[in-house]
């Protein structure tokens, strides 16, 4: 029987970080945003679908979609963002339960923003919320993404507040401090969760 984590956390919380350090102690990990990305490439019916919906304009030269282009427009406009979620969102949920059903490993995490949105949390053992004050948000998406601070705090104010994942969360992970207090941190929780197996 597989154990899983879901796992999430508004944009530059660290979700990745607690996702490889979950790795690293064997779990499995399928990361919403890479299957995003793959799913996206030239040829797929997300990206037709997704170039039907927003035009030729958010292509980068050499066709694929320009993430960058597709995010000044729906970052800025909550409707728009609805409208690629509706393409989006299916076509995750549907790979995400393949690669699920594939895997090996004892305990899987499922890493996504909109774990608890989307209501994917309900079919998860845990909820695993990483946390992050907001200035500390701001500096990592201006360092990590090269957005300007305006860009970076339209990113976080687009999202849902925090509190809701909150509500939700059976492990809080607070990553404001040292990658070592991230990981003892992430290594109790797992630590607790072989234990109750």
Known sequence: MKYLIGLTGNIATGKSVVARMLSDLGADVIDADVLVHDLQRKGTPTYAAIVAEFGAGILRADGEIDRRALGAIVFDDPARLSALE?????AVLVESERRMAATTANAVVYEAIKLIEAGRHTLCDA??????PRDVQIARLMQSRSLSEAEARRRIDAQP??????????????????LEATRAQVERAYAAIELKR
């Open 86 to 90: 509706a393409i989006v969102h299916p």
């Open 127 to 132: 909820v695993w919320v990483v946390t992050a």
């Open 161 to 178: 507040p925090p509190e809701e994942k909150l509500k939700h969360a059976t492990v809080l992970i607070d990553n404001s401090g040292s």
